[in-house]
């Protein structure tokens, strides 16, 4: 294969990683779920996450995975104690 | 607002408990499955990413009918190259031209066509792009490193719970001749965000 190509190799997430740490994924991955699992529906997700990022940055701004992760949890426990209550 | 002291031994941080426990409610709730859980962060940390997205591309530069379809339908479209799934479901690819720049942002919070890019990179998810997407496009395109002739019109598009969207580059001159598979190594996830353009790779 052209030079070219072997030395631009594609990386498949720019070399960025999808979670700084184990926490987040876990915060993640439980949304996700429960969303399959009929909890919530992804719309009722994004509105509830919306709301606690459109909170936050009342007074704040999203500068990082940690920042957006802590208000995917807060999310997820606002809609966990709406459903399953 | 971050904190990026790092105590190794450290106890728990008040989030990483929060985590824990409502992880402890919900298994003990049969709502989770630590099994399913680990899997899923397997696949978007490992499997599902922009690669995807540049087969997509490159396949649309190189098949005159597939591109059709894709700008007309990017959901099937996309389906025919195997990639589906969550935040997939309607999908709608827009199309770079001399003429018109288009570039994805969520204002409200960070949807993203997770099938054919993954998830999204943290700049995508901040305050300060989420905002400026929309206030100044020009500007932050110029901080990624694009300047456009004010010819140019920028498009932005909000991505939703509903819609997706894919920005289909433009082909750099000069990689008439290369493969699909060839084309796809030079498409990078920026420039299917709409934040970059795909520049052809250095003469060797």
Redesign the interface.
């Known amino acids: 294969?052209?030079?070219?190509?072997t030395?631009?190799?594609?990386k498949?997430?720019?070399g960025?990683?999808?979670?700084d740490?184990p926490?987040q994924?876990?915060?993640?991955?439980?949304a996700?779920?429960?969303n399959?699992?009929g909890?919530f529906t992804?719309?009722e997700?994004?509105?509830e996450?919306?709301s606690q990022?459109?909170d936050f940055?009342k007074h704040?701004?999203?500068?990082?995975?940690?920042?957006?992760?802590?208000l995917w949890?807060s999310a997820?426990?606002q809609l966990?104690q709406q459903k399953?209550a | 607002?971050?904190?990026h002291t790092h105590h190794h031994h450290a106890p728990p941080s008040e989030?990483?408990e929060?985590?824990?426990k409502?992880?402890s409610?919900?298994i003990d709730?049969k709502?989770?499955?630590p099994q399913?859980?680990?899997l899923?962060?397997d696949t978007?940390?490992n499997k599902v990413?922009?690669?995807n997205g540049?087969a997509v591309v490159a396949r649309a530069w190189t098949d005159a009918d597939y591109r059709k379809r894709l700008l007309e339908d990017a959901t099937p479209a996309i389906m025919e190259l195997g990639y589906e799934g969550?935040?997939g479901e309607h999908m709608v690819c827009v199309e770079n031209t001399p003429q018109v720049h288009n570039m994805v942002v969520c204002t409200?919070?960070?949807?993203y066509p997770w099938p054919v890019l993954?998830?999204p990179?943290?700049w995508y998810?901040?305050?300060?792009y989420r905002a400026r997407a929309v206030s100044e496009p020009r500007e932050v395109l110029k901080e990624f490193g694009l300047v456009l002739d004010p010819e140019v019109e920028v498009r932005v598009w909000d991505s939703?719970?509903?819609i997706r969207y894919l920005v289909l580059p433009l082909q750099p001159a000069g990689t008439e001749t290369f493969t699909e598979q060839?084309l796809?190594?030079?498409?990078?996830?920026?420039a299917m965000i709409g934040v970059t353009q795909v520049s052809a790779?250095?003469?060797?």
């Open positions: 294969m052209d030079k070219r190509f030395e631009q190799v594609h498949p997430d720019n960025e990683l999808a979670f740490a926490w994924a876990k915060t993640f991955a439980m996700v779920q429960l399959e699992s909890v992804w719309t997700w994004a509105e996450l919306s990022i459109a940055e704040n701004a999203i500068e990082n995975s940690n920042d957006y992760y802590k949890q997820l426990e966990v399953t | 607002m971050s904190e989030i990483e929060r985590v824990k409502l992880e409610l919900l709730k709502l989770v499955d399913s859980l680990d899923l962060v978007y940390q990413g922009p690669k540049a969550r935040q409200l919070c960070s949807c993954g998830l990179p943290a998810k901040a305050s300060s939703t719970a509903e060839q796809a190594a030079i498409v990078t996830r920026d790779p250095d003469a060797a």
